[in-house]
């Protein structure tokens, strides 16, 4: 049994940075003032950072049947993401280049760990996830997009399919082992209007290089005209459940519309719900 692995209770603490205190010089006008002092900026941090860390707890509690991993490992990092796609851990403090590198070092580490356990990586979707299970976003991110030259075609497709998991989550669409998926429950399964709006909150919280391609920027352009659209059309509740945005809610699936059952579960199991966004919103934008 692989037994190095990280209680999400520690995990936590690297998602958390410290807030400064308030200045000596507001304190002072305050008394000159006779005004009443401000609560504790140390309590008020605390009370924020304990805040933060129950989110992101129930983030990761609710999310991680949906990312399996052998015995006595944990994929905290790509749990969160589905719902923080915005936080910080791996990466923290780091350049580009200084992310790809403790990503390369991680999963170097999670190999010899997996290797000296008498199991070795067997590339299942358990291994996978424990393999990169301690990556937030930022650092998926660099192994997907080969940064420097250090990861495998192997290794940069399971942080692609990874990084498209955590979208689909995030947009409601199930993604993730097929025994769990009666467990999961769509939150927008009558409001393709609230989903294109969940699409471009993950959009916007998405890691720093990923908002810095002309992708994800015309995706980001195609999503907010057609949101737009359906509001400047003024569109009742029911409309915007069962027209315009319809059509919108299939494209953030990645829904293929012909074809057989096991033709659409094959091709939507890693399909992206934003990749597709600009050459099939044209219609509903034009």
Do not use: C
């Amino acid at each position: 049994m692989i037994t190095a692995s990280t209680s999400s209770k520690e995990a936590m603490s690297a998602y958390l940075s410290p807030v400064g205190t308030k200045s000596v010089t507001e304190s002072q006008h305050r008394v000159a003032q006779d005004e009443p002092p401000a609560p504790s900026s140390k309590n008020a941090d605390s009370l924020s950072l304990s805040s933060t860390s129950t989110e992101y707890s129930n983030s990761i509690i609710g999310n991680t049947p949906f990312f399996p991993v052998r015995s006595g490992m944990n994929a905290d990092a790509l749990v969160l993401g589905a719902s923080k796609p915005e936080a910080i851990s791996s990466s923290k403090d780091k350049t580009f280049a200084e992310v790809a590198a403790d990503a390369r070092k991680r999963m170097d580490q999670k190999y010899e760990l997996m290797t000296s356990s008498g199991k070795p990586y067997s590339g299942s979707d358990e291994d996978r996830n424990g393999l990169m299970g301690d990556l937030d976003r930022r650092s998926l991110n660099a192994v997907a997009t080969n940064e420097g030259g250090k990861f495998t075609a192997q290794e940069q497709s399971s942080a692609q399919e990874l990084m498209r998991q955590q979208g689909r989550l995030a947009t409601g669409y199930y993604s993730g082992p097929a025994d769990q998926e009666k467990n999961w429950n769509d939150p927008f399964i009558n409001d393709p209007f609230g989903r294109a709006n969940a699409a471009l909150d993950f959009m916007d919280n998405m890691s720093p290089e990923e908002k810095n391609t002309p992708e994800w920027l015309s995706q980001h352009l195609s999503l907010q005209a057609a949101l737009s659209q359906g509001q400047t059309a003024g569109l009742d509740t029911a409309e915007r459940k069962t027209g315009h945005f319809h059509n919108l809610a299939e494209i953030l699936a990645g829904v293929v519309t012909e074809g057989t059952d096991t033709r659409k579960s094959n091709e939507t199991k890693n399909s992206d719900p934003l990749a597709k966004i600009l050459s099939k919103l044209q219609s509903l934008i034009s």
